[in-house]
């Protein structure tokens, strides 16, 4: 069995860019049929209770949210269920067959009216500046070629005082958490994952890899001041696996 550190090297190149953009979209392409069933497998259905905790910190009033990197329109549909009629959603994502899933969700509980998804890259949105109330994200400034192009794009896209609710795999707090955490995204993780889908990119290998490679909770809100957010702050979710960051135009 290979070690953590073997097995973090053994992960598919990530590489930066544009390099790493086509290897992740080719991975979500491969698994989009079986994402949402991963999903609540992997993280043992918690990933339903921390898209919930991140919808709660939008504000009532918000009235137009862009949801970057949807995938399958989970957090869009949360957040059209907690605002109710008047809110307006955009759920962009690069890659068609999760976009595709997300479509077909949101037919499903009749929200087209409200939630209109979108092929789009959180690098180059095609929206206008300062047009959103809120931005949220889950799961994907992890997965864009460049996170501080992303971050900035999302500053642009939202309007003075509008914020940006960002949910993303962060760094456990507690040690004997870590080793625990560790033992399962390397080892347990990517079989069960990879036995699930039939997958051969390596996308579950991947998974924990770029998420050892990702800043930790105080290195995302430097990013986030650096790139001109105020008012950053984060909250942890199950021990520091996941965090939540808020920050402000
Ligand atoms: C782990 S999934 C998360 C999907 C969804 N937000 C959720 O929480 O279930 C990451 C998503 O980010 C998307 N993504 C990655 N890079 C992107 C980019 N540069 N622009 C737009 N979407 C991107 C992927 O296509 C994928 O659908």
Request: charged share 20%.
């Amino acid at each position: 069995m290979l070690t953590v550190e073997e097995q973090t090297q053994a992960a598919p190149p990530a590489g930066t860019g544009a390099e790493k953009e086509r290897a992740v979209q080719r991975m979500f392409s491969s698994i989009a049929r079986y994402y949402d069933l991963n999903n609540s497998l992997l993280s043992l259905g918690l990933h339903h209770a921390w898209k919930h905790q991140a919808v709660s910190l939008l504000d009532p009033n918000d009235r137009i949210v862009l949801d970057v990197g949807a995938g399958t329109a989970d957090l869009a549909l949360l957040t059209a269920a907690r605002l109710g009629e008047k809110v307006r959603i955009v759920a962009a994502d690069l890659n068609r067959p999760m976009l595709a899933i997300g479509v077909e969700k949101v037919r499903k509980a009749a929200r087209q009216q409200q939630i209109v998804c979108v092929q789009a890259n959180a690098e180059r949105l095609c929206v206008p500046d300062a047009s959103f109330d809120a931005v949220t994200t889950g799961f994907c400034m992890r997965n864009v070629g460049d996170l501080t192009t992303a971050l900035r794009e999302i500053l642009r896209a939202l309007k003075p005082g509008g914020r940006l609710i960002c949910l993303e795999f962060s760094r456990p707090v507690a040690g004997w958490l870590r080793g625990l955490y560790d033992w399962y995204s390397f080892t347990l993780l990517p079989w069960i994952g990879t036995k699930m889908s039939g997958d051969h990119t390596g996308v579950y290998e991947y998974l924990p890899a770029s998420i050892r490679a990702f800043p930790d909770q105080e290195g995302l809100a430097r990013v986030m001041r650096d790139v001109g957010f105020t008012r950053v702050e984060y909250r942890n979710l199950s021990g520091g696996i996941v965090a939540i960051h808020i920050a402000v135009k």
